[in-house]
Each structure stands twice: as C-alpha cells, then as structure tokens.
T-cell receptor, first 114, second 114 residues
C-alpha cells in the first residue's frame, strides 16, 4: 500500500520568513495530493491540493509543487504569520472510483516566532 | 458554507461497551469516510463508503467496527466492544462526485475508553 513520509517533524521560522515542508510517496499510481492544516484539537482543514497532471499550484502565500518522477511534493508558505502556526499534514490518494482513501504523512509542527 | 458535523464531540465509555459515533456529511456528497487519530499521531484511514456499501477498509477496521447510512443524512461508525486502544479522535469526512474529490473533515469525536 501507499506510504507517505514527511519532513521535518518540527519547524520553527521567524515571522515573515518562508517555510517548506516536504513529502515523499511510494505508490506511483497516486494522483491526488492534498495538504491539511490542523490546529490543536480541531479538524484537519484543507489548505491546498494538487493533482498529478499539474506540477505547481499557488494560492496567495501558499504553494505546492509536485515531482512525479521523484515521487515527492512540497508545501511552501511565504511571508509566514503567527496564525500559520499549526500541524501540517500531507496526504496522497490513488483515485479508484468510489474510493479515494487518503494516506497521511506523520505531520509537521510549524511554529512561527514573532 | 456547508460543513460536516459530528456528534458527540466527546464520548467516555468503559472497555467492552458499544459506542456509536454519528456524522452528517455535506448534503450533496456521495463518498463518506472514517479516519482516526491517536493523540499526537497522524490521521489513519479506517473505511470508505459509497453507494451504500464499503469500498475499502483498513486493517484497523476489524469485525468490531461497522458503518451504516441509516437514512439520507446520517453516517455512523459503530464499535461493538471497545478496547483501550480504541481511544482516539475519530473524524468523518465526505467528498462529492467524481474522483479525485476533495475530502472535507468533520470536527471529530474524541473517544476515551477506560
């Protein structure tokens, strides 16, 4: 089955600097890669996703890149703000009709230092 | 904006007791999922459900677990005889139509088995 590795496990950056979180996946059939932000005790919230026919996607300060050949994808947050502090999870999915189970990475605790 | 809802938010039960966790997916969604997250760990897939049947289940989802969509709005997860290791946050998620679909998570039910 799919295995998703995520690094680093913790990341501290100064407010205003950029943060990068990296994930690798094992199943070359995976074709959907969402990123979720989870604040303490809250639900995972989708912040951005990318599909395998696209190499990069950007939404304001957040961007995701995908390298299908190397089987890795990354989350980039620019101009970080204190409210970006949370745990971020990457995930991968192989779309079979009626089933798109997400396999999550182990999470990155991002701390923005004011 | 429509959201997935879950009840109860917290549930404390004795080992060996049955629990039912309830979810109301977003109304036009067709794919339903249960995930769990043990404290401090990653989110893990339990089961996916489409067209009134299970699409896929993980090895965690053993005979003690069952899911049901008893009516047009609710989606339930039953644990027949709870174990201490079932203590976790249980998230319901739903997605709409064609794969790959964005999965939206509910707020979770925190289950504590004593």
């Amino acid at each position: 089955g799919e295995n998703v590795e995520q690094h680093p496990s913790t990341l501290s950056v100064q407010e205003g600097d950029s943060a990068v979180i990296k994930c690798t996946y094992s199943d070359s059939a995976s074709n959907y890669f969402p990123w979720y932000k989870q604040e303490l005790g809250k639900r995972p919230q989708l912040i951005i996703d990318i599909r395998s026919n696209v190499g990069e996607k950007k939404d304001q300060r957040i961007a995701v890149t995908l390298n299908k050949t190397a089987k890795h994808f990354s989350l980039h947050i620019t101009e970080t703000q204190p409210e970006d502090s949370a745990v971020y999870f990457c995930a991968a999915s192989t779309s079979n009709f009626g089933n798109e189970k997400l396999t999550f990475g182990t999470g990155t605790r991002l701390t923005i230092i004011p | 904006e429509p959201e997935v809802t879950q009840t109860p938010s917290h549930q404390v039960t004795q080992m060996g007791q049955e629990v039912i966790l309830r979810c109301v997916p977003i109304s036009n969604h067709l794919y339903f999922y249960w995930y769990r997250q043990i404290l401090g760990q990653k989110v893990e897939f339990l089961v996916s459900f489409y067209n009134n049947e299970i699409s896929e289940k993980s090895e965690i989802f053993d005979d003690q677990f069952s899911v049901e969509r008893p009516d047009g709005s609710n989606f339930t997860l039953k644990i027949r005889s709870t174990k201490l290791e079932d203590s976790a946050m249980y998230f319901c998620a739903s997605s709409v139509t064609s794969p790959p679909g964005t999965q939206y998570f509910g707020p979770g039910t925190r289950l504590l088995v004593l």
